[in-house]
């Protein structure tokens, strides 16, 4: 079996930029492109995970979501298809959520696909969605600090189910590589 790490983008590759819309504004979070590859290369399968509700509120449409997804691709260096599979949740949060974090569907579904095993693999976010669609896979989880602040009680849900807290990307992959 695989492992996989299920990367939502927003707060975790790069910064959350609320709605992003114009591919020019992407930066990427320091590290991230290296931690990226040094993932890959212990052998994990590497997934995009994000939700886009802005498309679903008519603020942008799918194809600037794409735009931005591939622009932050060339500014680290990497390939087009350097992620296995994308998951671009576009619901409204106000409806019926079919891969909207917290759904755990997209990883159900990459884990069938891909034999991955879920005990060996991540969801890694900056948000309570992101540690709650990792407890809804039955998958490990965890929680980096470079998005928006997070509140105490996001930090307790991520401790209290043995997911890891970290400053940023970087230090989880540093993680992975000491395991």
Same mark, same amino acid.
């Given at each position: 079996?695989n ?6 983008? /927003?707060? =975790?590759?790069?910064?959350d !930029? ?10 990427? *979070? ?5 931690? %990226?590859?040094?993932?890959?290369a %212990?052998? !994990? ?18 194809? =600037? ?8 691709? /060339? %500014? $680290? @260096? ?7 599979e ?12 079919? !891969? ?9 579904? $990459? ?5 991955l095993?879920?005990?060996?693999? !991540? $969801? *890694? ?5 992101? %540690?709650? =669609?990792? #407890? @809804? #896979? ?15 009680? *996001?930090c ?6 043995? $997911?890891? *807290? ?14």
């Amino acid at each position: 079996m695989n492992r996989g790490l299920f990367l939502d983008r /927003d707060g =975790t590759l790069i910064p959350d !930029y609320d709605y992003l819309d114009d591919p020019e504004l992407i930066e990427i *979070v320091p590290g991230v492109s290296d931690a %990226l590859r040094s993932a890959s290369a %212990l052998g !994990y399968s590497l997934f995009l995970f994000s939700n886009q509700s802005g498309v679903g509120r008519g603020f942008f449409s799918l194809e =600037t979501v794409h735009a931005c997804n591939q622009r932050m691709l /060339d %500014l $680290m @260096n990497l390939p087009k298809d350097f992620f296995i599979e994308i998951c671009l949740a576009t619901e409204h949060p106000d409806e019926e959520p079919v !891969y909207r974090k917290p759904s755990p569907r997209f990883i159900l579904e $990459m884990a069938a696909k891909h034999d991955l095993d879920l005990n060996l693999s !991540y $969801m *890694v976010g900056d948000k309570m969605s992101d %540690l709650e =669609t990792a #407890a @809804n #896979a039955g998958t490990g989880g965890a929680l980096v600090k470079t998005g928006k602040p997070f509140s105490e009680e *996001v930090c307790s849900y991520a401790k209290e189910r043995g $997911m890891g *807290v970290f400053d940023d990307f970087v230090s989880f992959v540093d993680k992975l590589k000491a395991l």
